[in-house]
């Protein structure tokens, strides 16, 4: 068995997005409105990329600026599926892109878990490493080696059928139409 990765992750370098399938405008009212429950204190202000993706374009992609606190950008991706109806969208998606130089650690990616009736954790993949992340309690509990594998997160594999392609993801210059939008946030430790 391969040793576990340590965590906090260290994602120097890596191009995180928060993905989900709903229209610009309401990822844009869902960031603007994510500093309302966050800590008030020690805030920095973080410009985030918006832009819907060329191939499908249902699919809105958030850059961010560089890895935040690993919290936020689990919280933020979970709290792009809305608070109510209409508002949001489904099947939101965490995918982060090593550098070069760490291609061979592979993506981070991550998603709600659909069975925890409480809406508060994520399901996680890095370095063939399954893991489920639960926000509130910031505590990550390793699941093992290769239990969701990059598959299920994207091709019809568990609880959802996204249709989404993480090849989309790896050439961002061919996307013309960025937007940006500023928030506030809790400053990274990182």
Known sequence: MNTQPNFPF???????????????????????EYPDICAAEDRITFPFQIAALPEEAKWTLLRWPQPGRFYDMMNLTMWLMGYRAGLGGENPIFAALPPTERAAEGPLIARPDYDNQFGDS????????????????????WIGEDVFPQEYFFYGRGYSSTGFQL???????????WAECSIPMERSDI
């Open 122 to 141: 994520m399901l996680g993949f890095w370095q063939n490493w399954s893991f489920h992340y639960t926000i509130p309690l910031e505590k990550l509990r």
């Open 10 to 32: 260290d994602m120097t370098g890596y191009t995180c997005f928060s993905i989900i399938n709903c229209p610009i405008e309401q990822v844009i009212q869902l960031l603007q």
């Open 167 to 177: 090849e989309w993801l790896r050439h961002t210059e061919r996307i013309p139409d």
